[in-house]
């Protein structure tokens, strides 16, 4: 029923910074809880940054004060902005979306995935 689509990962230098755009199909984004997880190889996905469609906000703590997520309701697209990116951001971003109807922590759907690699 929704479908996402991540897009701006790449190869960047430790220290710089990127912006992931996650595009939202759909008649009631401005609904949804959306969220970016990230996933390396041979461990679990983690919860990067949420935001509530009453505009709460949160982060793990290993990107707090470095990472930024903000959505337009107008563009059906949410970000995250990362900025002083580390090796050890290195990992597959996904984005995923939580109907209002669902229970708290849970994700109704999910993107392909978009790469960030941190060089150095």
């Known amino acids: 029923q929704v479908q996402l689509a991540e897009s701006g990962g790449g190869l960047v230098e430790a220290g710089g910074s990127l912006t992931l755009s996650c595009a939202a199909s759909g008649r009631s984004f401005s609904s949804y809880t959306m969220a970016w997880f990230r996933q390396v190889p041979a461990k679990e996905r983690e919860l990067v940054a949420g935001i509530n469609w009453l505009g709460g906000i949160w982060y793990s703590d290993s990107v707090k004060g470095r990472f930024t997520i903000s959505r337009d309701n107008a563009k059906n697209t949410v970000y995250l902005s990362l900025d002083t990116l580390k090796p050890e951001d290195t990992a597959v971003y996904y984005c995923?979306?939580?109907?209002?109807?669902?229970?708290?922590?849970?994700?109704?759907?999910w993107g392909q995935g978009t790469q960030v690699t941190v060089s150095s």
């Open positions: 995923a979306a939580r109907l209002r109807s669902t229970a708290k922590g849970r994700y109704d759907y």
